[in-house]
């Protein structure tokens, strides 16, 4: 009906309110669809609202325990063990049932947590945050696993934009809400933040009875999810080094190791990715490089954005603090309102317009950091906010559903983990960044405009590579 509306109207008359049909979200949100989409919501919410929601608090444990040398692996072993544990998630799901796996992840993303909070030391945290960042992999993992299967295809595009506001929203309520509890009880309050999401996610897994798709059970991959952890570990050394060096010849190793996923993956076993992940022809291949891609230039852009702008504009925490947010906040506004469209080349286009938006968000703020100027450093972030709310929903759902029919849980299952690994190669790049053009010396001279423009560069790159591939991804039709 799309292709004959086209011929005779052109492209953009079929145009309609995706709310307006049967199928809205009245169905989305009543009975069993609304319990299974209120389990999903509660492992993205989880997952987007956990990975930031200490941020405040590290520095008062740092100095507490005596943890500033090992600080920045909190971080790092938490993304690394996320992408361990979304690597592994089809498999173990398939092996133990969908409740036994999210059960089994949620105790020990409770214990890692709880080792958190009574650390009689720094070491505590950091181990506690790797047990986290493993669970927290699975739960995503098998909760993006899940949509295919218990959701009617009239309302996969309307889980998905569901499911970008969720993350975008948590995103924001993490490090806020984090820092609320920090500063009104104490900073080992703020690992407990995120027990009303555990709490529903528990809740919602006993309520459902969530079914798994029509293909064989997936097969552990040891080798390929082995690399896949080495990489990520030498992409977080090089984000935790100081010697630029050093930084660059991880850079590099850790570009061979991802080099050796590609290419090993099914070599020594079975495979972990959907056939086609790697082509550049396919348009599963291109959604999936259009994830990473994004996710990194996101990762790259936004890590020392605070800094930069507490620095340069001599700004305190709270107005620094609405400035970052605002990306997020219109991400989740664009996200609702352009998912009320449902017309196949709207959405097509959605995913090379997103990326220009945020080629030209990146060159904003590299200039408006240059020359000062704050308006353009919220624009540049409204931009960018506009980019994520039209192209994210879409090229997940491209993604999930070129995959073969019999690999799509799979495929969908490794949609976070693609994120994930974006984000770690993205801090990477951006710390060896700051480190090679004097970050620290530059801001201490009131002035980074160098630091700023390879920053927003390389985003800006990464934005540009987006846009390309956007043309060749194509929501399937029927």
């Not at 405040?56 to 909190?74: F, H, I, K, N, T």
């Not at 079914?211 to 030498?234: D, H, M, N, Q, R």
């Amino acid at each position: 009906m799309t292709e004959l509306l086209e011929e005779r109207n052109g492209p953009m008359r079929d145009v309609k309110l995706a709310g307006t049909d049967a199928s809205g979200y009245a169905d989305l949100l009543s009975g069993e669809s609304g319990r299974m989409l209120a389990l999903i919501s509660s492992g993205i919410g989880l997952h987007a609202f956990n990975q930031f929601a200490i941020v405040a608090a590290m520095p008062l444990a740092a100095a507490e325990l005596g943890g500033r040398d090992w600080y920045s692996w909190v971080y790092s072993l938490y993304f690394i063990g996320s992408i361990a544990g979304g690597t592994a998630a089809a498999s173990i799901r398939d092996r133990l049932g969908v409740r036994m796996s999210l059960a089994i992840a949620s105790l020990v993303f409770a214990l890692g947590g709880l080792m958190a909070f009574a650390a009689p030391a720094f070491g505590w945290i950091v181990f506690g945050r790797l047990l986290q960042g493993v669970a927290d992999g699975l739960i995503v993992a098998i909760c993006y696993s899940l949509i295919p299967a218990n959701f009617s295809s009239s309302l996969i595009a309307r889980v998905f934009a569901v499911e970008a506001t969720v993350w975008a929203v948590t995103a924001l309520l993490g490090p806020l809400i984090g820092g609320v509890m920090t500063e009104a009880i104490s900073w080992r309050s703020s690992f407990l933040a995120v027990t009303p999401f555990l709490v529903t996610l528990a809740l919602f897994t006993a309520l459902t009875k969530p079914k798994t798709g029509e293909g064989k059970a997936a097969s552990f991959a040891p080798v390929t999810v082995g690399l896949c952890v080495v990489t990520a570990l030498i992409f977080a050394s090089s984000s935790t080094s100081g010697e630029p060096l050093w930084q660059a010849a991880l850079l590099v190793f850790g570009v061979l190791a991802l080099l050796s996923v590609v290419l090993l993956d099914g070599r020594f076993g079975a495979p972990l990715f959907p056939a086609g992940t790697f082509r550049s022809s396919s348009v599963l291949g291109r959604a999936f490089l259009m994830l990473f891609l994004m996710s990194a230039g996101h990762s790259a852009g936004s890590t020392y954005l605070a800094l930069l702008v507490s620095e340069v504009f001599d700004l305190g925490p709270a107005l620094v603090g609405y400035i970052v947010v605002t990306m997020a906040l219109v991400w989740s506004v664009v996200a609702m309102v352009a998912s009320r469209y449902a017309a196949f080349a709207w959405r097509d286009a959605t995913m090379w317009v997103g990326p220009l938006f945020h080629l030209f968000g990146f060159v904003a703020l590299a200039v408006a950091i240059g020359l000062q100027w704050l308006p353009l450093v919220i624009f540049g972030q409204i931009l960018i906010g506009i980019g994520f709310g039209l192209a994210w929903a879409n090229v997940n759902e491209a993604a999930m559903e070129a995959a073969d029919a019999t690999e799509r849980d799979r495929a969908s299952a490794l949609l976070p983990t693609m994120s994930t690994a974006g984000y770690a190669v993205g801090a990477a790049l951006s710390g060896t960044i700051a480190t090679a053009t004097g970050l620290t010396a530059s801001l201490a001279t009131g002035s980074a405009g160098d630091t700023a423009s390879w920053l927003y560069g390389t985003a800006a790159f990464g934005a540009l590579v987006s846009f390309v591939l956007g043309f060749g991804v194509k929501l399937k039709r029927g």
